[in-house]
């Protein structure tokens, strides 16, 4: 039989490649329009994930997460996150 | 409490029960109060309170949460214990699977209790059996001595690194949790030399020098699958160690239980009774009687039932007659037994003829597994060991 996992039982290293990546699971992705970003963080202090990051211009989520749930772009005051189909 | 390790005394099963875990310093012990098992959580913390017993108590609410609260010690990599009966074993039920899953060598003792409903607070042993497929390790005890013994020798399984697997000590409560017996209490030094192969901290922990992730997330199904085939086959591995750590016992403290099974005068028997905890005591005084008077009949007392004794049994089946498993627990959609089904299952297995399998049903409700029902149970038997037709089931007290 192969086996993937050195352990006994469901214990894994935290390092975040062994993480599941729950971008996997979306079907629509946020996408931000840098020049609109104010960068005021709402979008960082919604996310239910706490995927989206803080980048030089702007604010955007980190997709190897982001489940594609939409609330950064709802929140968003200066409307810049459009929701993109996959 | 006065400490009586080192001794000779007539205690029941629930205080014989304590001394066990006392025996073994566990680091955390978490009991909710439920009938019959009450007087060990209390047996222990008089202990603690005492100073005989250097142990962590949390007093929880619930049973979920007595076991809840050892998965977290336990990950830790403490030795931890826990004891409950009927429904508060129903109401542990996810924390039991958790417990199993993740493979935590917790060690719990079940004052075994009728299971609702009828309601009834009274000796039986379903509420131990329905949970025969949590992926624990289940043993059980035909004397208080058995219950303080085999409480040792379950830590020494519990904690191997090749099993890694929690273990419940059965018992029929009121029987065995209330009645008194001779015991030998074994000395703090010798228990310590018997557990001293485990517990030195080598399994994985839970600890801020080494992060892990625990109980993760289990994605994709494959690695899901890997998971339980690790579990099943760390249950089969324990099967062999059960009988050499019996077998060590032995050679210690000089009582030794046969390992998965015992055979009692059964190895030149064309019929064989099988019986399960308390009533085996019982059994055993018929099959003398049944041998004075030139009967072929011996006994066989499945003391693991879970994982459950295949190749010993296998062996020890070989060649007999008929067998009648004397059962305290019900399953109802087959309207038998669990002891039955499950020797059932073996029977295409078994090299040569196979033998007719007939199941009684006995003890439910707090009533006595009597030697009148034993020696009935014997002459049915041994009429199919004939060729005689005898129905399958029978509920022997109805009779």
């Known amino acids: ?86 | 409490m006065r400490d009586d390790r080192g001794k000779v005394r007539v205690i029941d099963g629930n205080k014989a029960a304590a001394y066990g875990v006392l025996l073994c310093r566990p680091d955390v012990i978490s009991c909710f109060p439920i009938t019959p098992q009450s007087a060990l959580g209390e047996a222990l913390s008089s202990f603690v309170a005492d100073g005989l017993l250097d142990a962590e108590i949390v007093e929880p609410e619930g049973e979920n949460s007595a076991l809840s609260s050892l998965i977290g010690a336990s990950v830790a990599g403490g030795r931890t214990f826990t004891s409950t009966s009927s429904q508060g074993l129903s109401f542990m039920y996810d924390a039991y699977l958790f417990t199993a899953g993740n493979r935590l060598p917790v060690v719990m003792a079940i004052a075994m209790r009728e299971q609702v409903a009828p309601h009834g607070v009274v000796a039986g042993q379903q509420d131990a059996v329905l949970v025969k497929d949590g992926g624990w390790i289940q043993l059980y005890a035909e004397s208080c001595q058995e219950i303080l013994d085999t409480i040792i020798m379950a830590y020494r399984l519990a904690e191997d690194p090749e099993v890694l697997l929690p273990v419940n000590v059965c018992y029929e409560g009121f029987y065995l949790s209330y009645q008194s017996q001779r015991v030998e209490i074994p000395r703090q030094d010798e228990v310590d030399r018997f557990l001293a192969p485990v517990g030195g901290g080598g399994r994985l922990r839970l600890c801020p020098e080494n992060p892990m992730t625990f109980s993760s997330y289990t994605v994709p199904g494959s690695l899901y699958t890997e998971y339980r085939v690790k579990h099943c086959a760390a249950l089969q591995r324990a099967k062999g160690k059960w009988d050499a750590i019996d077998e060590e016992f032995k050679g210690v403290f000089g009582r030794g239980y046969g390992g998965q099974i015992e055979e009692y005068r059964s190895e030149d028997a064309e019929v064989l009774i099988v019986s399960m905890g308390c009533a085996t005591g019982t059994a055993r005084g018929v099959i003398d009687r049944e041998r004075e008077r030139g009967g072929s009949v011996g006994l066989l007392k499945i003391k693991m039932f879970r994982p459950f004794p295949v190749e010993r049994l296998l062996k020890a089946l070989r060649g007999k007659k008929a067998v009648g498993v004397i059962d305290r627990n019900v399953s109802y959609a087959w309207s038998c037994g669990h002891g039955y089904l499950e020797i059932r299952s073996l029977l295409s297995d078994i090299e040569g003829a196979p033998p007719r399998v007939l199941n009684f049903i006995a003890g439910l409700g707090g009533d006595d597994v009597t030697p009148a029902h034993v020696e009935r149970a014997v002459e049915m038997t041994c009429a199919a060991a004939e060729g005689r037709s005898v129905k399958p089931v029978t509920w022997l007290s109805l009779e």
């Open chain 1, 1 to 86: 039989m192969r086996f993937q996992s050195p352990y006994e039982a469901p214990w894994a290293s935290p390092e975040p490649e062994l993480d599941i990546k729950t971008g996997e699971w979306r079907f629509q992705r946020p996408v931000t329009k840098v020049g609109k970003c104010r960068q005021c963080g709402w979008c960082y202090i919604f996310c239910p994930l706490g995927c989206i990051e803080e980048r030089e211009t702007h604010f955007a989520a980190n997709l190897e997460y982001c489940k594609g749930c939409g609330i950064c772009a709802r929140v968003c005051p200066a409307k810049a996150i459009a929701v993109v189909r996959e």
